[in-house]
């Protein structure tokens, strides 16, 4: 699988996954196989209660138990209080020292030599609580009298939000019609297939090595440095291949708790998450209500937007209040609005805490918005992708929000998915007798190749490039590969930059000690910014390269290509020599050692971001997509089949088409998840009923459409390496309302409350076949 004429060597190829091999056979080693010498395990102990003071904790009967070594409590922790990396608002301890704030909560640890003993020491810590009132509901959480999860703060309203762009009023005065919607999505689980797991050790000068699951090498170690309070020069993150994650895994509060179990036992310690303590205490995505409205011209063109989001934070602030900054106005830049408002309130809540998830803020505000474009679409009597096309931006647009549009796909996404589907045949075609009926629904989105606002640094990458005597390649990157193919991409565009076979490029894992600070993965920053670091370093290892090769051809360098591994004047492959011949020479010139290419990539045109009004182009690309769901609904059940589902992806340039439609295709499987299945539920008490795969249900084989189509666009954008923009986050955002919509066309009923189960099916049917009876009120 390739893409085709594309003049290119090593992109556009349809190459397996660099690490595949190893992974399918077991060499593959994860952050859950890391061994040290001398390593003992550790466990946590956690709260039971979901609003509790601590008034007493006894950990000596625990330290009896044979096999112990070490135990932490709050008084062993830094008393300072910390967040993530960008988060000016701390309120976290390593350890809860006055007040357990969930069910989860981190109250003590015990390291011992081996894991069952860890874990039967937890249960010998006795702890003594006054229960306290808990808040579980946002909106209950801002009413006044409520009780407070932090009191220092005086309030649960963690951040408030609110910007205007425009006159809305105006807006309302010259609409031709006006909808509103209210929609919310709980917490959803990402799922992962590998746990949270860390190994720490301390050396003798106090340094510290955390061996990690993390996304983020470079951000997790600024983050555990303020927790456990000590420079960010003593800590070295090594990155671990992951299992998953999905976003989960930026920053997470068990590895400094694993190096401070670690320090006080003066030996290694390592520390793997059980299932249902991810369930528990993970960071799962941010549960929203949203009220949305659109005002409209009656030819469908938008005037004017206002959103306001209520955002369940949990207990304690991680990502939610970007991912909630997301919601609110990303999807604002897919559209030409003129006029729009926006409020938000994240809020404090005895829950778990609420993080990042693919998609990141911009899954739930397109919920919202793509089903409301359907609302409005039958309010004006248009066909929704039509609706959809008049207003969506084009290349070359400056958006409300003064993202710059280099290039847009979304157009053509529209065009090619919808012909794909059968679009008009199928929407407009008379329904069935008997209780199956059939639909389709259409949604799009637009996503960031990186976030300027995410991180108050930088938003580029930067890499080295090593190659030694034989001409074998080594990339070092702070970027992190979480199993999406980041490294393969990377191996890709660094082989088309040398003009080498793939096969003779490696990419490393991230160190801290040793790679470029990478910020890591998020924000689909991996390929676009990251490779775009990979290929500055490649092509300065290449310039030293032709410098030396000059000599030999006796012409000029800028004169010579590198093709396949050999060396020649451009239009004269006859007079080459093998690259390895150079790279020898190199070798023996340098007294054994390489050539080392630097590289850094910082993306023209990407603006600080006015922190009050949010205005500023935070990303260097932008990606577009539409998808077409085809439903078929049981009136009589409720329940929802997935007959076919059909995903165009403006990704700017294919660096790897096998790569990229298996990225579609998972992408779909968990918004698949979001729209019919998953939802973290949680009774009156604060405790999570489903923490387990067996109670939060995820996609199965046969939860998935019986066909799938990937349709690639591409378009070329000016800013990515080779054209590249993001793709993994955006492939997921369009699935649930696109299911939704499908479900709307099938049997007229709109469906605004994530998942979409089967009794919220009848119930609304219910409700839809009484109005169809009650008579209509005189006029």
């Known amino acids: 699988m390739e893409t085709k004429g594309n003049g290119f060597s090593a992109i556009g190829k349809g190459l397996p996954m660099v690490d595949a091999r190893d992974k399918v056979t077991g060499l593959h080693d994860f952050g859950m196989d890391v061994a040290l010498p001398g390593m003992l395990w550790g466990r946590v102990l956690r709260s039971p209660h979901p609003h509790a003071r601590i008034t007493h904790i006894d950990t000596s009967r625990a330290a009896r138990l044979p096999g112990v070594v070490a135990i932490v409590t709050g008084d062993d922790a830094p008393r300072r209080k910390f967040s993530v ?10 350890l809860a020292i006055e007040k357990a704030r969930y ?203 206002e959103i306001r989001i209520v955002a369940d934070n949990g207990a304690y602030i991680n990502y939610a209040h970007a991912a909630m900054l997301s919601a609110l106005l990303r999807h604002d830049n897919l559209y030409r609005y003129q006029h729009t408002r926006a409020v938000g309130d994240l809020v404090y809540t005895n829950k778990v805490t609420s993080g990042c998830f693919r998609g990141f803020g911009n899954l739930q505000g397109h919920w919202a918005v793509e089903s409301l474009m359907d609302i409005l679409a039958e309010e004006l009597g248009m066909d929704p992708a039509e609706l959809r096309k008049i207003n969506g931006v084009r290349t070359g647009d400056t958006t409300i929000h003064g993202w710059k549009i280099l290039s ?102 991230g160190d801290t000690d040793v790679t470029p600070h990478g910020l890591g993965t998020y924000a689909d920053r991996g390929t676009t910014l990251g490779g775009g670091g990979v290929m500055m370093a490649a092509l300065d290892a290449k310039r030293q390269v032709l410098e030396l090769a000059a000599e030999e051809l006796e012409a000029r360098a800028e004169d010579l290509v590198i093709d396949d591994g050999v060396i020649s004047v451009r239009g004269n492959r006859d007079r080459g020599i093998p690259f390895r011949q150079v790279t020898q020479k190199a070798f023996i010139r340098k007294a054994g050692g390489m050539i080392v290419g630097t590289g850094t990539y910082i993306p023209n045109g990407v603006s600080d971001i006015d922190p009050k009004t949010k205005y500023g182009n935070i990303s260097c690309a932008y990606p577009f997509a539409a998808q077409v769901a085809e439903v078929e609904v049981d009136e009589e059940t409720g329940e929802v089949w997935l007959v076919n589902h059909f995903a165009a992806h403006d990704l700017g340039r294919t660096i790897n088409p096998l790569a990229a439609r298996g990225q579609i295709i998972g992408a779909v499987a968990q918004g698949v998840g979001h729209a019919l299945l998953e939802q973290m539920v949680y009774d009156d008490k604060g405790m999570l009923r489903n923490p387990s795969f067996k109670r939060y249900l995820i996609p199965r084989a046969w939860d998935m459409p019986r066909a799938l189509t990937t349709i690639l666009v591409e378009t070329n954008d000016p800013n990515g390496p080779f054209g590249a923009k993001g793709l993994a986050e955006p492939a997921l955002i369009p699935t649930p309302p696109a299911i939704a919509n499908a479900i709307y066309n099938a049997v007229g009923v709109r469906l605004t409350h994530l998942p979409l189960t089967p009794e919220k099916v009848l119930r609304a049917l219910k409700e839809k076949r009484e109005r169809t009876a009650r008579p209509e009120a005189p006029r």
Request: aromatic share 6%; net charge negative.
């Open 85 to 94: 990396c960008g988060q000016r608002l701390e309120d976290e301890h390593l």
């Open 103 to 305: 069910v989860g909560d981190e109250v003590a640890a015990v390291a011992a030599f081996d894991e069952d003993t860890a874990e039967e020491a937890c249960t010998l810590i006795d702890v003594e609580y006054e229960l306290l009132p808990a808040v579980l509901d946002p909106f209950e959480a801002m009413q006044p009298g409520a009780p407070l999860v932090h009191e220092h703060l005086g309030t649960n309203v963690a951040t408030h939000t609110e910007f205007v762009r425009g006159d809305l009023g105006e807006a309302l005065r010259q609409a031709d019609a006006v909808v509103k919607e209210r929609f919310s999505l709980p917490y959803f689980h990402q799922a992962y297939l590998e746990m949270n797991s860390c190994a720490a050790e301390w050396d003798s000068e106090g340094r510290l090595t955390l061996y990690a699951s993390t996304q983020s090498p470079a951000l997790s170690r600024g983050s555990y440095a303020r927790a456990l309070d000590i420079p960010p020069e003593r800590i070295r993150v090594v990155q671990c291949h992951m299992g998953g994650a999905f976003g989960a895994k930026l920053e997470y509060k068990l590895h400094p708790i694993c190096a401070l179990l670690a320090r006080k036992a003066g030996r290694p310690v390592k520390m793997v998450n059980p299932r249902h303590e991810e369930f528990f205490a993970g960071l799962p995505r941010v549960p929203m209500t949203i009220d949305l409205m659109f005002a409209a011209k009656k030819d469908g063109t938008i005037l004017g937007k």
């Open 408 to 509: 847009c796909g979304l157009q053509e996404c529209i065009d090619q998915v919808t012909k794909a589907a059968g679009w008009e045949q199928k929407r407009y075609a008379p329904k069935p007798r008997g209780p199956r009926k059939r639909g389709v629904g259409l949604a799009c989105c637009l996503h960031v190749s990186g976030n300027r606002s995410f991180v108050p640094m930088f938003d580029g990458a930067s890499a080295i490039c090593l190659i030694n005597a034989e001409g074998q390649v080594r990339i070092l990157t702070g970027e992190t590969d979480m199993g999406a193919g980041t490294r393969t991409a990377m191996s890709q565009m660094a082989a088309e930059a040398l003009g080498v076979p793939v096969e003779w490029v490696q990419i490393s894992t």
